[in-house]
């Protein structure tokens, strides 16, 4: 079956880090791009974050930029993200998504998304 | 890297069809044609339904189309149905390798 699965999210305190991870079956994962996705509670979609098809690019949204890193693991066929530094903005639903880039490497659609994992940042 | 602007709520009956539309800028929906969308049911993940502006994926319904004019990209749902009662967001290549979403639109079948 075509999945994507993700894991780690928990309850952690103001400036603590956490590290998510996104593990894919059923398709070859080590050809596509990557990206999270997270969705605030009651809010809608934010992009955070993507990584190229080998991990040797990686691009951020403003608003992780400096506390988050993306990476993967293709021998795994998993994708992390690690988050520093957390505060209570970050409290969401993180998903992983598969990207299909344009011609040019464009960000275009996220085709396939895991059921999310929650991220809580409280005292 | 502001969000697209999409109305809160739009509402129809079964049968109607309903428009919503994205308004964005020349730097992310007027500047390329890699507008997607996505629809999502409460507690559950995104599921894309369009992409390239006008394009569905294997197994979405004909009864959804989107096209764009300018810096606005629209989907259209046609014979509303009680299963497309759920939250809609547009979504779009912004430059500088980075990507936005739209504020979200909650549809209604009455």
């Known amino acids: 079956e075509v999945q994507l699965v993700e894991s780690g999210g928990a309850l952690i305190q103001p400036g603590g880090s956490l590290r998510l991870s996104c593990a894919a079956s059923?398709?070859?994962?080590?050809?596509?791009?990557m990206t999270w996705v997270r969705q605030a509670p009651g809010k809608g979609l934010e992009w955070i974050s993507v990584?190229?098809?080998?991990?040797?690019?990686?691009f951020y949204a403003d608003s992780v930029k400096g506390r988050f890193t993306i990476s993967r693991d293709n021998s795994m066929d998993t994708l992390f993200l690690q988050m520093n530094s957390l505060r209570a903005g970050d409290t969401a639903v993180y998903f992983c998504?598969?990207?299909?880039?344009?011609?040019?490497?464009?960000?275009?659609?996220?085709?396939?998304w895991g059921q999310g994992t929650l991220v809580t940042v409280s005292s | 890297q502001s969000a697209l602007t999409q109305p809160a709520s739009v509402s129809g009956s079964p049968g109607q069809s309903i428009t919503i539309s994205c308004f964005g800028t020349?730097?992310?929906?007027?500047?390329?044609?890699?507008v997607s969308w996505y629809q999502q049911h409460p507690d559950k993940a995104p599921k894309l339904i369009i992409f390239d502006v006008n394009h569905r994926p294997s197994g979405v319904s004909t009864r959804f189309s989107g096209s764009k004019s300018g810096n606005t990209a629209s989907l259209t749902i046609s014979g509303l149905r009680p299963e497309d009662d759920a939250d809609y967001y547009c979504?779009?290549?912004?430059?500088?390798?980075?990507?936005?979403f739209g504020t979200g639109t909650s549809v209604t079948v009455l």
């Open positions: 990584i190229s098809i080998g991990g040797g690019m990686t």
């Open positions: 020349s730097s992310d929906i007027g500047s390329y044609d890699f």
């Open positions: 059923g398709f070859t994962f080590s050809r596509y791009a």
């Open positions: 998504a598969k990207v299909s880039l344009g011609s040019f490497g464009e960000i275009n659609y996220f085709d396939l």
């Open positions: 979504s779009s290549y912004s430059g500088t390798t980075t990507h936005v």
